[in-house]
Structures are given as structure tokens and as C-alpha cells.
């Protein structure tokens, strides 16, 4: 069976959704509704979607089928007039399943075909008007405030079958698979045996892996050239311009406190390659304590900086080593490194920023993290943009693809089923407070600094002198 490409919009009273289905017969079209769950199905088209909220027919339920287009257009009651609909847009989220308690609470619900409900009409060409974004409504009784800076305890790894395996990747849920990851990865990767790694040799060989590339000399030609790549330090992305702009219109959807608004930021809504991206996506539900969502919420700033600093620094036009530099400076993904708090994850952006690409600067580094402020502030919906973009340049990288899949993906998935706009406001503010100084990088770049000015001066003179003897 084939999943159609759909949209889900809403308005106070109906779900609206358009499928698009070409060359199917509307007499054979069959649509079920079981309270929050829909289903739809023409050979050889199925769809099933979980709804944040419950859905009833009552007679007012509509269903037409556009020829010229190939879309099936549907308008479905809400059971409850006015309740908005939350992630009607997370599309991997709505094509989960229920768990089995939540689906076995409600009635079920008879199919819209049936002789009382109204058949599929076909149409000419429609046009359908989109629905706002909704966010969470409430913060929920478990969003405690969470203190990203004091460090914890990293979770216990799952046990192997294989106890000279350990786990790795996102939520600690794979292992066996570093042979090939090492192998197609090796440009990448900067950890030794990574099957019979643990978390303390991976941060070994991580820390060892940056004091080998740092480079003094390197350090200290950049800190003189900075005049150079000043035009990447002055670089806005577009992330910036949509904060303000739903700053100032009043709207708080990027910050977290989740109220409907009337329209949402065009910067935050899914591209058509992006919506076919979430579709793509296996929906999974992910079984993870405390103590490694903190990981998980760390490991997630870590990325980010990745490919904010590729943003900035190819000021948004990727190039073919685009999928190196996110994965390089992420130690997350370089490494398979886990933080237990936020100025592990600093201080691993601030060395490998330093260490490993093009332009190497303090500076830079600190303005790609008013980047990723921006962007967790601006909430899940460009988070997820982010993270498919990511994933869109490792699926068609030769090398980092294996990381995609033991990474990347889960976070899609992740960032929709059960990342919060809270969580990320608060690391947001956490990391906007957060003072980033040249001791984290555990280098002497104080040092080397001055000796940077002092060697300037001393150029500086020479210069001078050597004009004024020339003069005379």
C-alpha cells in the first residue's frame, strides 16, 4: 500500500485534511473514524493518523474528490467545538499509533461510508485555507524547571546480549554496528573501538583528538586575521529577522508558552520536501528515564551548534563539506560523546570550533551560540527544520550517512513525540546566560593571544622604521 502526501489544517469546529490520491475510484474510497484515530483507505492508497484530540460524525462530516488535482479534501467534526488540535503539523507524530490503553478507552466509532454518513463527491478544482499552528496549551505538571548547568550522574547503558558490546547513539539503543560506521566514517570519526567503547573512553578519545589538531601557531595567525572573516561574525541568518519580527508582533509561540495564534511565521512552517521527510520517518516511541533525556536535550545543542556554524560560515549556501563541519564540531556525532551539563557542551563546541575547521576564532564561536539561542527559542518546529536539513545533507554524504542513522533520525522523530517548547526555552535561557570564556577551552589562549599583540607590535615597529629610514 502507498502512503499518500497529506496536510492537516483545522479551524474552531473540523479537522481538514487533503490527500492527495490521483487515478483512484470515489465510490471505492473508505474512511473510518475510532474517536482520536483515523483511517482512509483507496486501492492503493492507506493513510492512519493518531489526532491530538478526539473526532465525531454527526452529519455535518464532508468529503469531496477534486479530479483535476488527485486530492481527496475532507472536513471532519471535532467531538469537542473550539479544542485546538496540537502538532497537526508533525506528521511522523500523527502517523504513530496509539498506545494500547489510550486506544482501548474509547468507543468505537462507526465509518463515514456507511449509508447515514455522506458519500465522496467529485468536484471542480477547490482551494482550502490553512489552519494556524497550535502549540502545547498548558506546561505540564512534569515540566520542572531543570538547572542545565549542574552536572548529573550519566545513565546506566542498556545491557547487551553481548556484554563486550556497549550501546551508543541516541537514547544508548544501538551497538554491533561500529564496523561499518568506522569504516565508512573514518574521516569522521574520532573514537577508537567504538563497539567496546565506554562513555569515559569515548570522552578520552575525544579530549585527545582535539589537543592533537589544535594548532598554536594556527591560533594565533587567525586571532591577527580576523579582519578576514569579520563578514562571517556580521552574518545575520534568517533565524534572527523571524525572532524579532514574532517578538514584536506579540507572538509567543517561540517562547514556548504554546497560545494559538491567528498565523504562524512563515519561517516555521514545513516545506514540501520537508513534510514528505516527516511522512518517511518510522513513528517510535522512545523509553528513556531522567537522567538520559538530560543527555539527550545536550546532545541536541551540541548538533545545533554543528550546523549553525556551517550556516554562518557558508552564510547559507551549503558545500560539499557541509556534512563534515556539522559532523567534525558535534561531539555528539563526531565522538559519541555524552554531556551531563551545559558547559561540557560548550567547552567541546569552543575546542573543536578551535580546533578542526576553516576559521578558528573565539569570537565566531560565541556568535554561532547566539544562533542556537535563537534557534531553540524560536521552538520544536525549527528545531526539526534544522534537524532535516542535517538530515538531508548525511543521507547524500558517501561518509556520514551511518551517522544519520544512529543519530539524526531518532532526533527527528524525538524532537516531535516528546521534546517540549519549555525544555528548549529554558536551555535557551540557560545558554543566553551562559558566559562563554577562553578557560573552558582548557588552552592557553590568553596567552596566546598576547603574544598574538606583542608579535603585531613588534611588526608593527619594524614597519615604521623601516618607512622612516626609507623616507630619509
Excluded at 509567543?252 to 516527516?278: C, D, I, M
Excluded at 567534525?328 to 575546542?351: I, M, Q
Amino acid at each position: 500500500m502507498l502512503t499518500p502526501r497529506f496536510t492537516v489544517t483545522q479551524t474552531n469546529d473540523f479537522v481538514e485534511l487533503v490527500l492527495q490520491c490521483p487515478f483512484i475510484k470515489a465510490q471505492e474510497v473508505e474512511i473510518d473514524i475510532d474517536g482520536s484515530e483515523f483511517k482512509f483507505f483507496a486501492h492503493p492508497y492507506y493513510l492512519r493518523l493518531s489526532m491530538p484530540g478526539r473526532l465525531v460524525e454527526d452529519g455535518r462530516e464532508q468529503s469531496k474528490y477534486d479530479i483535476d488535482k488527485g486530492t481527496v479534501l475532507l472536513k471532519i467534526p471535532k467531538e469537542q467545538p473550539g479544542v485546538y488540535f496540537e502538532d497537526l503539523d508533525m506528521l511522523t507524530k500523527l502517523m504513530g499509533i496509539k498506545p494500547e490503553s489510550e486506544r482501548l478507552a474509547h468507543p468505537l466509532m462507526s465509518n463515514l461510508v456507511q449509508k447515514n454518513s455522506p458519500s465522496i463527491q467529485t468536484i471542480n478544482p477547490v482551494s482550502c485555507a490553512k489552519a494556524p499552528y497550535i502549540q502545547e496549551q498548558d506546561v505540564k505538571d512534569d515540566e520542572i524547571e531543570i538547572d542545565w548547568s549542574y552536572p548529573q550522574q550519566l545513565p546506566e547503558p542498556m545491557v547487551s546480549h553481548n556484554t563486550n558490546i556497549g550501546p551508543y547513539g541516541f537514547n544508548n539503543q544501538y551497538s554491533g554496528f561500529a564496523a561499518n560506521i568506522e569504516n565508512v566514517a573514518n574521516e569522521i570519526l574520532d573514537v577508537v573501538d567504538l563497539d567496546h567503547s565506554t562513555p569515559e573512553s569515548r570522552r578520552k578519545n575525544r579530549i585527545d583528538s582535539e589537543n592533537a589538531k589544535f594548532d598554536e601557531d594556527y591560533y594565533i595567525s587567525e586571532f591577527l586575521s580576523r579582519d578576514e572573516f569579520v563578514h562571517l561574525i556580521k552574518y545575520r541568518p534568517a533565524s534572527w529577522k523571524v525572532l524579532k519580527e514574532i517578538q514584536q508582533s506579540g507572538d509567543k509561540e517561540s517562547s514556548g508558552t504554546s497560545v494559538p495564534t491567528v498565523k504562524t511565521h512563515a519561517f516555521l512552517e514545513f516545506t514540501e520536501l520537508e513534510q514528505s521527510q516527516l511522512r518517511n520517518l518510522s513513528n517510535r516511541q522512545y523509553l528513556i528515564d531522567s537522567a538520559m533525556e538530560r543527555c539527550i536535550y545536550l546532545g541536541l545543542v551540541d548538533i545545533i551548534f554543528g550546523y549553525c556554524f556551517n550556516l554562518r560560515t557558508t552564510e547559507g549556501e551549503d558545500t560539499v563539506e557541509s556534512a563534515w563541519t556539522i559532523c567534525k564540531l558535534s561531539g555528539t556525532l563526531s565522538c559519541f560523546d555524552a554531556f551531563l551539563s551545559l558547559s561540557e557542551v560548550v567547552s567541546c563546541s569552543l575546542r573543536r570550533s578551535l580546533a578542526f575547521p576553516l576559521n578558528r576564532h573565539i569570537d565566531l564561536t560565541k556568535i554561532v551560540y547566539e544562533d542556537v539561542v535563537i534557534l531553540l527559542k524560536l521552538g520544536r518546529r525549527a528545531i526539526l527544520k534544522a534537524l532535516l536539513h542535517i538530515k538531508r545533507l548525511l543521507e547524500h554524504d558517501e561518509v556520514a550517512f551511518v551517522l544519520d542513522r544512529v543519530w539524526i533520525t531518532d532526533y527527528c522523530v524525538w524532537i516531535q513525540q516528546q521534546a517540549t517548547d519549555v525544555r528548549l526555552k529554558s536551555l535557551a535561557s540557560e545558554l543566553h546566560r551562559f558566559k562563554i570564556t577562553a578557560e573552558l577551552s582548557m588552552w592557553p589562549l590568553k596567552e596566546l593571544e598576547e603574544l598574538a599583540r606583542e608579535d603585531y607590535q613588534m611588526q608593527s615597529q619594524a614597519e615604521a622604521s623601516e618607512t622612516v629610514q626609507t623616507s630619509i
